[in-house]
């Protein structure tokens, strides 16, 4: 089992600049592409930001130069820098990871899908 654990939301004023954090802990061995989804009420969840093993990134259409996505060192932990923020970004924040656990000494292996809890960002004056 995997538990990823997302920080760093709030209220912050139309312009303003937040920096979201995602931890994961749990059992497995590598992790492949990590993302950051919004939901908000009545809308479907849709992709903030992705970036893979590799460090290659792709962003909501939406974004348009004002978020950033990165990896730390250990590969384990993902931000979203967000700047310019608007009150349209209103939304719950939600981690999302693929992780690889082998399975036996063959290694052989299994990729799943987890999901944080959220972290809910407010733009507002």
């Known amino acids: 089992q995997v538990q990823l654990v997302e920080s760093g939301g709030g209220l912050v004023q139309p312009g303003g600049s937040l920096r979201l954090s995602c931890v994961a802990s749990?059992?497995?061995?590598?992790?492949?592409?990590m993302s950051w989804y919004r939901q908000t009420p009545g809308k479907e969840r849709e992709l903030v930001a992705q970036v893979t093993n590799a460090g290659n990134t792709n962003y909501g259409d939406f974004v348009k130069g004002r978020f950033t996505i990165s990896r730390g060192a250990t590969k384990n932990t993902v931000y979203l820098q967000m700047n310019s923020l608007k009150p349209e970004d209103t939304a719950v924040y939600l981690c999302?990871?693929?992780?690889?656990?082998?399975?036996?000494?063959?290694?052989?292996?299994?990729?799943?899908?987890?999901w944080g809890t959220g972290t809910l960002v407010t733009v507002s004056s």
């Open positions: 749990g059992r497995f061995d590598s992790v492949d592409d």
């Open positions: 999302n990871g693929k992780f690889r656990r082998v399975i036996n000494v063959e290694g052989a292996s299994v990729t799943k899908t987890y």
